[in-house]
T-cell receptor, first 112, second 112 residues
């Protein structure tokens, strides 16, 4: 079946790196996504990775994909207070067109 | 380029009523998907439309329906509202299949 799991909370000090982890079950997923949600807002697409890639870097964001273990991670370098939000991992469901399966979200708290 | 526009942003309805939510996609995007977000169930896929056809549907009762117009704008309708329908309803639009999905700010529906 389709399932995406994430840890629920992460607390980091400002300036440190944050690593948010995610596991998924659908080995045929073509795309894997990271979204950010701030209070009262919709979902902001941060980055995505094709399933045939191992890594993608975009400024302070680094996505690592271990397809064998079905493990996805998002690293945020030099974490700032503005990064405090909920981060969602999502996989595209194979054959499901644009159907995304989301994890429960990881709440990132950045403290001074 | 304008983003995904959802209207209205907030709604309060009474049990038993019906409601219609609207989503205007990014120009050129032909796929519109709808999601329900609640604290208990997280983000759940409702349905997806492409070129006015529903291509995929999630596990929601028949009270939840949608449609897409020739200009790709989409509406979703919930009839006979229940308290449990209180949620943030998000729409996401994509240019094609299994590509990036961009979300609107959502419509927060409260059923009293």
């Amino acid at each position: 079946g389709e399932d995406v799991e994430q840890s629920l909370f992460l607390s980091v000090r400002e300036g440190d790196s944050s690593v948010i982890n995610c596991t998924y079950t659908d080995s045929s997923s073509t795309y894997l996504y990271w979204y950010k949600q701030e209070p009262g807002a919709g979902l902001q697409l941060l980055t995505y990775i094709f399933s045939n890639m191992d890594m993608k870097q975009d400024q302070r964001l680094t996505v690592l994909l271990n397809k064998k273990d079905k493990h996805l991670s998002l690293r945020i370098a030099d974490t700032q207070t503005g990064d405090s939000a909920i981060y969602f991992c999502a996989e595209s469901s194979h054959g499901g067109y644009n159907k995304l399966i989301f994890g429960a979200g990881t709440r990132l708290a950045v403290h001074p | 380029k304008a983003g995904v526009t959802q209207t209205p942003r907030y709604l309060i309805k009474t049990r038993g009523q019906q409601v219609t939510l609207s989503c205007s996609p990014i120009s050129g995007h032909r796929s519109v998907s709808w999601y329900q977000q609640t604290p208990g169930q997280g983000l759940q896929f409702l349905f997806e439309y492409f070129s006015e056809t529903q291509r995929n549907k999630g596990n929601f009762p028949g009270r939840f329906s949608g449609r897409q117009f020739s200009n790709s704008r989409s509406e979703m309708n919930v009839s006979t509202l229940e308290l449990g329908d209180s949620a943030l309803y998000l729409c996401a639009t994509s240019p094609g299949e299994n590509t990036e999905a961009f979300f609107g700010q959502g419509t927060r529906l409260t059923v009293v």
